[in-house]
């Protein structure tokens, strides 16, 4: 290691102890409800398939994930890990990490700059055969900084859509120089993380972080992609009046189809008991729509970063700000309207003081579909060029079997007939 | 006032202005969301309905019930309250109370049992003209202590189930010696609450203790009353597989043709991932069904008492327990199976860490029929003998009205012949 | 038998046999989806509860009713049945039970009014002990004309709203000189019936009539009682976007908060794409409103009489009128649109030409009360006096357990200590 | 013409006159509920993007798909159609058509083969420099008999699902030599016509050939795809119990998570009221099956073929088969349990006898499509090589905005703003 190696979680902690008893706790209630990672966990015992690789990770470091790191450690692998965002480290959990044999973790909350990228240099100093990134920090900084170390990696996994759409840029820059799988566009992923995921947890935090309720009140979906349409859904299935914004004529024919009042944001911003954005997308809501609100409306984003709601233009309009609540900021117009943006703009199922991230169960899946791509990169390692690669549709699928199998669900496969019946149908008559 | 006399709340804490500064904002925010009460401030602040009475109440003291607070002092009262229950108070909105001019509150947080009616004593001290309860100690203290005072009384509200419960057992006595609303029967109140205000505020908090998500999950729902069919209807509008138990058969029966799963309990609780009881019975969850239960099983109570779970059982089959999140206890099988109880089987939305109580909206329902009962006490002072009385229909009716104005919803009305036509169809052809 | 008789329906029919046949088909088709009747059989089959009563009835005679006739007849009854209106019978039916060697039915479709009442005095010289009736024309023509028979009656049963409603005005004139159970007001029969039965059958006939579909379609359901929610909740199941119109301030609040629109008829009328009206009132739909609506739009009553749409009104503004498709009249209006009329603007799913009536399951829910009112008037014939009776609770109770049972589906049932424990609860502490 | 020409519709009819105007009546239906083809209609004859094509159509001969060819003729094509199922033309709409001076229309319900092939031949005499089908019996009848009239056409639009598999088979065999637009897969018909449409006409369809409700009954939705979750969601939306089988692992977790009960058909059989096939495979439900199934389950198929279940082997198994009710066939087990065959196990929304196959809507939407694609292979004609073609998103989402336009419903469009941000976020940072 080299000699400005930043150190481990343990040498930046008061009392490792406790907080590895605290940490624990934390992976154990998550791990309690990651019935794929409990699955995976025993074959990966078992089968060892990771033995003899180092996996070098730059992720969130919280329970849920920490659970993903074990597994990959119990699987066989000697694994290091920092943090890709210095506001989400749990010390707790990092500590726990740390305190097993084949872990080092390097993770502290609210590092500068500076202890930021030396952590992800003590994680590369591992020499990792493979690489687990979420939004290819890890990925950037070995091909930026350590281009040696790239003939003996194997392959890699990115997790979200911001690392997703780096790999691609680096992609088509002739720049990326090992196998990466897009983690992030996997069907176990897009199908459920997005809808279940952000619609449920979105909103629990909304209501917890309020004291409302959503019955019978006018809740405004910007966009009707998936996020959108799980925040619909569960909005709806709370007996909200679910208003859906769009600029995609298909997808406002979508939301229309299914029973939902579609409008402008021009029109809908005025009906408006809370809006929820979910586009990706910037200056969703604006000026215009700002002077046209209730009093007491919420203003929440659900959807990629803080530039949806256009909080520069409501601070100019409003001649009064002030914390209404916890997570909760009022604006107030001239004439006494009071217009309250919760966790400043920023994903509110992320940023809000309450907040928990995304729900164990969802995490689980996607959690899963890394750590058999992991495996995937190891057994057959021969099989992926330098490039981005979308997650084979067997792994995905086996995904999909692990949980309804410890969910115990069980259902049809088909049979040889079928099997011929679709393969002539398939090749014409 | 006389020498025993308890002192209000500012004489209990150390920074009084800050306490009211915090008070009020909370005050604030709740009246930003009950429109009910922000149109019936306007009325009786000016034709001041109440000029001259004297309110004695003694209520949970916090933000929401504040607002009714404030609004009957605005109406021309003279207010004097203190809490319900020593460990529902807040103290800062009891102080921003206080310093009302027209108010004195008394309710400090963890007064002990002596303090509790001392406080009681104060508030009757002043010699109110109305009381307003919530469980009906007021009442009952002026009848056993002060049945002098019962003379200038000329009625009063009770807000819950268990004081309405009470106040009948005083007429079916005799001991009843003047008219109380029972605003806990109306249908603005059983309509709304339970359906909206439970199912709702029990799941999310649910949600935001655990960080788990219910699509996908068993959901078992010990009860099909109103609760109930809250709980049932809200899990399900977020994904869940419903399963509900019921003892009546037209209930589960009901439940039934609504789609949901059926079953007796000692069936259900194999399956459930989640238990929410809503019977407002005893031993609804008993050793039998713990037996049964998966791994990581999630046991809340949504009903009245906190012996729907038999917890004396849990404990006693359980090898371990500890908390395993903050506000979940897991009791540990002697097999390793973890069963999960939320705020030690107390109400969920009331007695979590995190819970915030009744959402709102609910309580801005139920505290406008408590105004504008105080107003008809006043008003119709002869119409009610000593006595239980429903609210009657119309005021239940103006709230109904009330609140769709505020919403800018409008609707029909009946025209001359169509009142006309009901009326002879009523009275036969 | 009196000279004057009206003959049996075999008198009247050309092909008896066949007739019979066919009839049998119809009942066996019913029969196979009533549990409850099914169950019901067994019972009186085995017990002959009904032995030595005559029965005289006067019901829609059709397939389902005439499981109910011929389980009567099955319990030891003699049974003499005529229809409650002459359009409804089907002859075949008919056939089919008067081949029963207890039962004679004199029912024939079409009969003038002549042969309507000769019907009735048929069946009624057969000295019926009790009488079941749709509508009240049985109980009323015995206390006019044949006052003499009141005193062998034990009792009667009535189907019907309307029934139930000269029934009760028969009371308060002192009219009404036996015990008759309103099955009609049962909750047995409103729960069900009017939410699943009436809400189901109405939207399956307006797409079968129309060939339209209900996703992203305007549906206004005006009035938002049992039949109202039937229809909005069934509709919004179908992805329609529902508005609700209302007079009663707590009912429109209702549907607000199950997130429904609520509009005056006035507003409402125009993004009607279809309007159901639901209310039994008249008037509902009238001139203003159909000057208001777009072309092409659907109209129609599944409430009460035909004048819930003011089809007059509607017959002057148009400048055209004729079939625009079997079961739609077509009014043209005098600038091209075309307002289209179900049925007449009678009871859409039961006037329209493919029109079922309610679906088999509701009908086994409401005849199998009937079934054990009759059996209860003859086993405590002491209990009833003169006059309307509810339906005793406990029967209401077995038929909902009886319908569980025979689905398999079962349930909890209190312990003693349960039954304690509620007992103590609601006589106080 | 040739000599053998097989003539025009009016030839084959008594009453030409009776025929057309009955016929025009049904199209005007449709048309009124047809949108998108009412907008088109308008552009068409005004801009006559047709003029001077000659266009050859073989579809089912009804009242919607005769609005896309009158629309075709508006637009200045002149058209021949026939009909691609002698069992589904319907006489009067056909004789409807063919009075348009622009339209000649071939299509005679109950054809034999020759029949069939001697009017599509007719149509091919009249040149088609466009070809329109639906199951590709057109194309490829011109390819195999008529190649020398390739070179003139321009292109071709396929409906269904059979047909394009045809025309990619012969894709892929390099047989195909002029391009052909697969409207079948576009999103505007797989993202409704399966979902809604399916979906809502087929539950109507089987409630009302039974007179039997939803509401608490066991319904079996086999397959999991777009048809399979139209079913189940409004099966749900009418408060059925859903159970869903599936063979792909992931689908069956969407399901899953969906919150509806997912099991084998080995287990959901037995407890089935109603099943619903939608797989396009052979051999669903099938012996093992049928020997499970509850006395009175009803059996349908909303899938494709006739083979989804295995009339056959429930042939051999039952000891009697009669027609229990129009468009219900019984089979009874020899324990006298009757299992309900609907339509004979073909397409219950399609060969029901009261079907009136998909809803006008889904249609309009559809057809829509159809019309802009041979306007784009007229305007341009050179972009399009031999081949399978998508149909180009731009028109695609054409059809969408045209819909949303004739409803009334406006939504949002991405500022310049957006697009360069959305932009930049595309292609890396």
Same mark, same amino acid.
């Given at each position: 290691?080299?000699?400005?190696?930043?150190?481990?979680?343990?040498?930046?902690?008061?009392?490792?102890?406790?907080?590895?008893?605290?940490?624990?706790?934390?992976?154990?209630?998550?791990?309690?409800?990651?019935?794929?990672?409990?699955?995976?966990?025993?074959?990966?015992?078992?089968?060892?398939?990771?033995?003899?690789?180092?996996?070098?990770m730059?992720?969130?470091?919280?329970?849920?994930?920490?659970?993903?790191?074990?597994?990959?450690?119990?699987?066989?692998?000697?694994?290091?890990?920092t943090?890709?965002?210095?506001?989400?480290?749990?010390?707790?959990?990092?500590?726990?990490?740390?305190?097993h044999?084949?872990?080092t973790?390097?993770?502290?909350?609210g590092?500068?700059?500076?202890?930021?990228?030396?952590?992800?240099?003590?994680?590369?100093?591992?020499?990792?055969?493979?690489?687990?990134?979420?939004?290819?920090?890890?990925?950037?900084?070995?091909?930026?900084?350590?281009?040696e170390?790239?003939e003996?990696?194997?392959?890699?996994?990115?997790?979200?859509?911001?690392?997703?759409?780096?790999?691609?840029?680096?992609?088509?820059?002739?720049?990326?120089?090992?196998?990466?799988?897009?983690?992030?566009?996997?069907?176990?992923?897009?199908?459920?993380?997005?809808?279940?995921?952000?619609?449920?947890?979105?909103?629990?935090?909304?209501?917890?972080?309020t004291?409302?309720?959503?019955?019978?009140?006018n +809740? $405004?979906?910007?966009? *009707?992609?998936?996020c959108?349409? #799980? &925040?619909?859904?569960?909005? /709806? %299935?709370?007996?909200?009046?679910?208003?859906?914004t769009?600029?995609?004529?298909?997808?406002?024919?979508?939301?229309?189809?299914?029973?939902?009042?579609?409008?402008?944001?021009?029109?809908?911003?005025?009906?408006?008991d809370?809006?929820?954005?979910?586009?990706?997308?910037?200056?969703? +809501? $604006?000026?215009?729509? *700002?002077?046209?609100?209730?009093? #007491? &409306?919420?203003?929440?984003? /659900? %959807?990629?970063?803080?530039?949806?709601?256009?909080?520069?233009?409501?601070?100019?309009?409003?001649?009064?700000?002030?914390e209404?609540?916890?997570?909760?900021?009022?604006?107030?117009?001239?004439?006494?309207?009071?217009?309250?943006?919760?966790?400043?703009?920023?994903?509110?199922?992320?940023?809000?003081?309450?907040?928990?991230?995304?729900?164990?169960?969802?995490?689980?899946?996607?959690?899963?579909?890394?750590?058999?791509?992991?495996?995937?990169?190891?057994?057959?390692?021969?099989?992926?060029?330098?490039?981005?690669?979308?997650?084979?549709?067997?792994?995905?699928?086996?995904?999909?079997?692990?949980?309804?199998?410890?969910?115990?669900?069980?259902?049809?496969?088909?049979?040889?007939?079928?099997?011929?019946?679709?393969?002539?149908?398939?090749?014409?008559?």
């Amino acid at each position: 290691m080299s000699e400005t190696a930043y150190p481990p979680v343990s040498k930046h902690l008061d009392d490792v102890e406790a907080a590895q008893t605290e940490g624990r706790r934390k992976m154990d209630w998550a791990l309690q409800h990651m019935p794929i990672l409990q699955a995976l966990r025993s074959e990966f015992e078992a089968e060892q398939p990771l033995a003899g690789e180092r996996v070098g990770m730059a992720m969130h470091v919280e329970a849920k994930t920490a659970n993903l790191v074990e597994l990959l450690a119990l699987g066989g692998a000697e694994v290091a890990i920092t943090g890709c965002n210095p506001l989400s480290t749990h010390d707790d959990v990092s500590a726990a990490l740390d305190a097993h044999e084949n872990i080092t973790s390097y993770a502290v909350r609210g590092v500068d700059d500076e202890g930021y990228y030396d952590a992800i240099d003590s994680v590369i100093d591992h020499n990792p055969t493979i690489t687990v990134d979420d939004g290819c920090d890890m990925i950037f900084r070995i091909h930026e900084e350590y281009p040696e170390l790239i003939e003996t990696i194997i392959g890699g996994c990115e997790e979200t859509t911001t690392g997703v759409h780096r790999i691609r840029a680096m992609e088509r820059d002739g720049a990326l120089k090992y196998p990466v799988f897009a983690v992030n566009d996997t069907p176990m992923k897009t199908l459920f993380d997005n809808v279940h995921g952000t619609g449920e947890s979105s909103l629990a935090t909304i209501a917890m972080t309020t004291n409302l309720s959503y019955a019978g009140k006018n +809740v $405004v979906v910007a966009g *009707f992609g998936y996020c959108g349409k #799980g &925040v619909a859904k569960k909005a /709806a %299935g709370q007996n909200a009046n679910v208003i859906v914004t769009e600029v995609d004529p298909r997808k406002a024919l979508e939301a229309h189809m299914e029973g939902y009042n579609v409008l402008p944001m021009s029109e809908a911003a005025g009906k408006a008991d809370l809006i929820i954005t979910t586009t990706g997308n910037r200056d969703v +809501v $604006v000026e215009e729509h *700002f002077t046209e609100m209730k009093d #007491g &409306v919420l203003l929440a984003n /659900a %959807g990629h970063f803080d530039i949806e709601l256009d909080l520069e233009a409501l601070s100019e309009l409003a001649v009064d700000a002030y914390e209404a609540r916890d997570g909760v900021d009022a604006y107030e117009l001239e004439d006494g309207r009071r217009l309250n943006v919760l966790a400043k703009g920023r994903l509110v199922n992320l940023a809000s003081p309450i907040a928990l991230g995304h729900p164990v169960e969802v995490m689980d899946q996607s959690f899963g579909v890394q750590a058999v791509c992991v495996r995937e990169l190891v057994e057959n390692t021969a099989a992926y060029d330098a490039g981005v690669h979308d997650v084979p549709d067997d792994l995905d699928k086996e995904i999909a079997s692990i949980k309804l199998d410890a969910e115990g669900v069980s259902h049809d496969s088909l049979s040889d007939e079928q099997i011929d019946y679709l393969g002539s149908w398939d090749h014409g008559t």
